[in-house]
């Protein structure tokens, strides 16, 4: 099970920090990640941060979202500072794991940043 919590509105040049809680996963989790996905748009990553490989951006979040996860690797977060409008989206929350490379996705929550 995917827990996202974290999203909401925000005025441009706002920070938002978004937090994922993985629980449940019966085999080793290998990269726990972000996607987002505005109207209209293909779902597309943010970032992501791989089991002894770190951490991967897209160029958009570059030097201005970090992701991160706490000491257990169960619950991945991602710092978003800096928004723009074209940043809103609903962003999920994504896990692969197991030696088939499952992947599991959040529920998705709104990011809104207004303009």
């Known amino acids: 099970q995917l827990v996202e919590s974290g999203g909401g509105l925000v005025q441009p040049g706002g920070s938002l920090r978004l937090a994922c809680a993985a629980s449940?996963?019966?085999?080793?989790?290998?990269?726990m990640g972000w996607y987002r996905q505005a109207p209209g748009q293909s779902r597309e990553l943010v970032a992501n941060?791989?089991?002894?490989?770190?951490?991967n951006y897209a160029e958009f979040a570059k030097g201005r979202f970090k992701i991160s996860q706490d000491s257990g690797k169960s619950t991945v977060f991602l710092q978003m500072t800096s928004l723009k409008p074209d940043d809103t989206a609903v962003y999920y929350c994504q896990v692969v794991s197991g030696v088939s490379l499952r992947m599991d996705w959040g529920q998705g929550t709104q990011v809104t940043v207004l303009t």
């Open positions: 941060i791989a089991d002894g490989e770190g951490e």
């Open positions: 449940g996963f019966k085999e080793r989790i290998y990269v």
